[in-house]
């Protein structure tokens, strides 16, 4: 770990224990100032940035310290306790059981990172951090805990369970063949879903489908997968031979909600934003962030995609 690349692979789950509880256990990185450094490595600075590193992609707040004003400098000081605290509240361990939330990346919170980092972006590329990470064997009796992208499992991974029938398997993402789930909630103007309609989905002249929305206005269909755009038809009154309301909608890969694009596309759909999508920040999008902001006790109301904003905001749109 001394040389530490740019883009770092999973944190060392086993070195993060409690000292004493296995031969290459150094301890949990938490706030020196707190009270609460145990790690006795030498590489603690590294590792740090590495939390870090992975706090900041997940879209957790780290303040604006460091070298390029992200948080990540090294230092396990109170905003990253925090930030640490934050992902421990909101995330389980292996074995489905809550994290403490105690500040400390011990082995229970630096697993739970590093599977929570299986498919994720790094620093918004196009890169993922990794595809594939397991749980060390140590930390589970030898049960093999694997998490990893769809896309890596579509393509034949071959997973070896060893000697024993347990274990889990979590896949980041869908599994993709030749469908794919397309889930909408629908709400008419008042805010009120439109419950137990009659819709249909077409794509073109290939695909058709006709169902009712459920009691909640929710529509769950497949679909095929290459579908870029399709027409969603909604009669909206209980007589069939109204004329249905009409949604062209774009099922193409929305763009990464930091970017104003994306967060224009997001905003739109959940209703904050009547304007046309943007590349750049403009005022009626700043105006529908701040729109967005003030249904949410916990985000401040900036105008402006921090990180917090954005992540509540992939919380809301992306199902």
């Not at 949410?296 to 905001?313: M, V, Y």
Request: net charge negative; glycine share 10%.
């Amino acid at each position: 770990m001394t040389d530490q690349p740019d883009k770092p692979g999973p944190l060392p789950a086993l070195k993060l224990c409690n000292a004493g509880e296995n031969e290459e256990a150094l301890g949990a990185l938490g706030n020196a100032s707190a009270g609460k450094m145990y790690y006795s490595g030498g590489d603690r600075g590294e590792l740090v940035r590495t939390v870090q590193m992975m706090l900041r992609d997940l879209l957790y707040d780290l303040g604006d310290t460091g070298p390029e004003a992200d948080g990540v400098d090294g230092i396990f000081g109170k905003k990253t306790e925090d930030a640490v605290m934050g992902f421990q509240k909101e995330n389980k361990d292996w074995d489905d059981t809550p994290l403490k939330i105690d500040g400390l990346v011990g082995p229970r919170t630096s697993d739970a990172l590093n599977r929570a980092m299986v498919g994720v972006l790094y620093d918004s590329t196009e890169a993922t951090w990794y595809d594939h990470y397991q749980t060390p064997k140590k930390l589970v009796g030898g049960e093999p805990y694997h998490a990893i992208t769809s896309g890596l499992l579509a393509d034949g991974l071959s997973i070896e369970p060893g000697g024993t029938k347990h274990g889990r398997l979590f896949i980041i993402g869908q599994i993709i063949k030749k469908t794919r789930q397309f889930k909408v909630r629908m709400i008419d103007p008042y805010l009120k879903p439109y419950a137990n309609k009659t819709y249909r989905l077409s794509i073109g002249e290939e695909f058709k489908h006709e169902g009712r929305t459920g009691p909640d206005g929710t529509i769950d269909e497949e679909i095929p997968f290459n579908a870029e755009q399709l027409d969603l038809d909604i009669w909206t009154e209980y007589f069939d031979d109204d004329i249905p309301t009409r949604w062209n909608i774009d099922i193409g890969r929305v763009p990464d909600e930091t970017t104003p694009e994306g967060a224009s596309i997001r905003l739109r759909n959940l209703g904050y934003y009547s304007g046309e999508i943007v590349r750049e920040m403009t005022g009626p999008l700043r105006d529908a962030i701040e729109l967005f902001q003030w249904d949410f006790e916990d985000l401040e109301i900036t105008g402006a995609l921090d990180p917090p904003t954005c992540k509540k905001l992939k919380e809301q749109h992306d199902i």
